[in-house]
């Protein structure tokens, strides 16, 4: 019975500091080893923790959303180079066959150039900007109020553990007793002093203190691994927990606790930042009824070369002949003329294919790929207005103005979370420094009763039943304390979590 009631309370006190604060709560592998601090493990959890850093994730991209909206007020640039080559044969264009127009059948490279050059500026870039810096304010608040639930998880979880380490402690010096009270026994029994039994019953409650010890270490075990997953970090072989925190009085105001928990908690902070987030997302809404402004520039060049260069001289050459060919046939013409003909005759022997005309024609050609020929500039400027687009805008505002209301009923949810958080946790502090203090003497009277009924059966004045009620009722009382004194520690961070920043003195803390 007396163990049953131990393991309830214990789960009592590590549930009642969990909720307490879990409910605030909206990658290398390291390992722990040697003495570990509170802050220490804080410090961990805020570089390892998974979920923590899932979270703190999410600044970079609302920093970059920010920096881009900045740079819509920005002109875009563009450019692209494209090659193409094109083998020896006729093309077709439909039913007819590049021999149908004359087109030979050599092979060809091409090459293009192209810069553009746009500028879009319309109403809701201005409150686009401005929608995204609030947007990076609230990720940086939910950042905020994640690490400062982190640490309070952190903290939750090492004062689990400690009144783990402590509850061994407890364990064993109630098996020293039961080791005391056994040999007491067996020694008036080797005497003839006392019965047989006293011995048996003593072996019995020194073995049920063995199982109490072995039960407290597995708990200690469990809850210190559970410490390294709120880190975040793999399991060690072993390290200790070396902060102790000592029962103060505090000297705190309600009235103060709950205007410092409206003013700057993390969480509140956070709600707001939203609520101002929806804010600006509705202006951005309402922006779509403004105009628009675009305008582009872009400039181009091609450039293409025939590959064959005997190709390119045959027609270069052909080109000549002809000339040549026409010339004298129009001399032929006006010879037999009786008026004869302006310009005729001529001198054809000009039309001659030359080695200079040859060199011309190859370096016109080797222009493939950069010295292309430049095309016109393209100058374009479009503004346009918005009249009816079929009830999106509406639709869009009148969310946007859904989200916002939500926020700001989130927000004042919060706020009423707070001040009856606040009120209960302190509440819960001033009853637990009563309980402390209640348990406190109770302890002092079951350390005299104990040491009272073993003289007594010492001395063969009361029997072995009275010294097992004594035992008993010690072991009862410092569990009773300590459970009294975790419950403390446990309201303290339980108000500072409602609060929403750090209350306890530096001095309370032993290093």
Known sequence: MTRARYGLTERLVALLLFFALSSGASAGAQEVQGPLTLDDAIQMARRNNPTFLQTANDEDPANWAFRESLG?????????????YLAPGIPSTGIYTGSDFGIGSTDYYFSGYNLNLSYNLSGSSFFEVASARASQNATKARIDAAEY???????????????????????????????????????????????????????????????????????????KLRLLEQIGVD???????????????????????????????????????????????????????????????????????????????????????????????????????THPIEGYPADCSQYVWTPAQEAAVLRANDVFPFDFRSEPLSLYLQVSLPIFQGFSRQRQVAEARAAAEDARFNRRAEELRLQTAVTQAYDELMTAIDVVEIEGR???????????????????????LELLEAQSSMAEAERDYLNATYRFHGAIWALEAAVGERLRPDAATVR
């Open 72 to 84: 819509g007020f920005l002109p875009s640039f563009t450019t692209n180079m494209q090659g193409q």
């Open 149 to 223: 639930n982190l640490e309070s998880a952190v903290t939750v979880q090492y004062l689990i553990a400690l009144r783990a380490r402590d509850g061994v402690q407890v364990a064993q010096r109630q098996l020293d007793r039961a080791q005391e009270n056994q040999e007491l026994a067996q020694a008036r029994v080797d005497v003839g002093a006392a019965i047989p039994t006293d011995g048996k019953q003593a072996e019995v409650e020194r073995g049920r203190a063995e199982v109490a010890l072995l039960e407290a270490q597995s708990l200690l075990r469990t809850e």
């Open 235 to 337: 399991m060690a072989d072993e390290y200790d927990l070396v902060s102790e925190f000592g029962v103060f009085e505090p000297n705190w105001d309600r009235e103060d606790l709950v205007d410092r928990a409206l003013a700057r908690h993390p969480s509140l902070l956070a709600y707001r930042a939203q609520e101002s987030a929806g804010k600006a997302q509705v202006r951005q809404a309402w922006s779509g009824y403004f105009p628009s402004l675009y305008f582009q520039a872009s400039w181009s060049g091609r450039a293409r070369q025939i590959g064959d260069t005997k190709y390119l001289m045959d027609q270069a050459e052909g080109s000549v002949l002809s000339r040549r060919q026409n010339c004298e046939f129009w001399n032929n013409v006006a010879s037999g003329l």
């Open 442 to 464: 109770n302890r002092e009277v079951a350390t005299e009763q104990l040491e009272l009924a073993q003289e007594r059966y010492r001395l063969g004045a009361a029997p072995f």
